[in-house]
């Protein structure tokens, strides 16, 4: 079965190697028009996630600028602008639900990082 099952494979699409995201950091990537926020969480045994990258409550595309840490059991990015917290997995915004972003199914797949959008 090809890793990248479980969304259509037309739907995938390859951001940069795995590689050349710094571990516990994001990058932004622009796909179909939209500003996506790509993170690496972990070095060892890496995991990825996106979402989208334009802070609702700011209106700036910084979302991958943020700090990359955990509530509780939730990895998640503090805004740099008025430091709401986005739960990685979810896009749900901890502090203003109403606020939450898209979030995107992201995998590593022959050492690049893909995003299905």
Known sequence: ???LSGASADN???ICPL???VPDTGVCAL???????VFRI???APRVYAIDNVDPNA???VLS???VGSIGERVVVASPIYKQHFDLASGECLEAPEHSVAAWPA???GGMVWVAI
């Open 42 to 44: 972990g070095d060892a």
């Open 31 to 37: 796909l179909n028009g939209r500003h996506v926020a």
């Open 65 to 67: 600028r943020g700090l």
């Open 107 to 109: 995998r590593v797949f």
């Open 19 to 21: 590689s050349d995201i």
């Open 59 to 61: 209106g700036a595309s």
């Open 12 to 14: 995938w699409v390859a």
């Open 1 to 3: 079965m090809n890793e």
